[in-house]
């Protein structure tokens, strides 16, 4: 069972950024694509941001285009989300995911294992 750790969450002013990190543990890291999503309360879990296994191929919600980026570093078997001029709304809990393909996707149904997350705050 793979184990995936967020972290670098925390108190930013609207405008601000933040990087998530996010380290899995063991080989179950190899050849599978990465996500992130994300909570807010009282809303449904959403999609943020995926990454193929190769780091090669991207994907973005929309809310997070332009400002987010997703990258990885398979030898250190992190992910990462670098996000900039966060604005209040993105406030939520981000989860990362892993996906037993090689590809990522913005269906949180694909994803088999998750993190506990990261409470990323943003005020006005």
């Known amino acids: 069972q793979v184990q995936l750790v967020e972290s670098g969450g925390g108190l930013v002013q609207a405008g601000g950024s933040l990087t998530l990190s996010c380290a899995a543990s063991?080989?179950?890291?190899?050849?599978?694509?990465m996500g992130w999503f994300r909570q807010a309360p009282g809303k449904e879990r959403e999609f943020v941001a995926a990454?193929?296994?190769?780091?090669?191929?991207?994907l973005y919600a929309g809310s997070a285009k332009g400002r987010f980026t997703i990258s990885r570093e398979n030898a250190k078997n992190t992910v990462y989300l670098q996000m900039n001029s966060l604005k209040p709304e993105d406030t939520a809990v981000y989860y990362c995911?892993?996906?037993?393909?090689?590809?990522?996707?913005?269906?949180?149904?694909?994803?088999?294992?998750w993190g506990q997350g990261t409470q990323v705050t943003v005020s006005s």
């Open positions: 995911a892993r996906r037993v393909q090689s590809a990522g996707t913005k269906d949180p149904n694909s994803y088999d294992s």
């Open positions: 063991g080989r179950t890291f190899t050849g599978y694509a």
């Open positions: 990454i193929s296994w190769s780091g090669d191929n991207t």
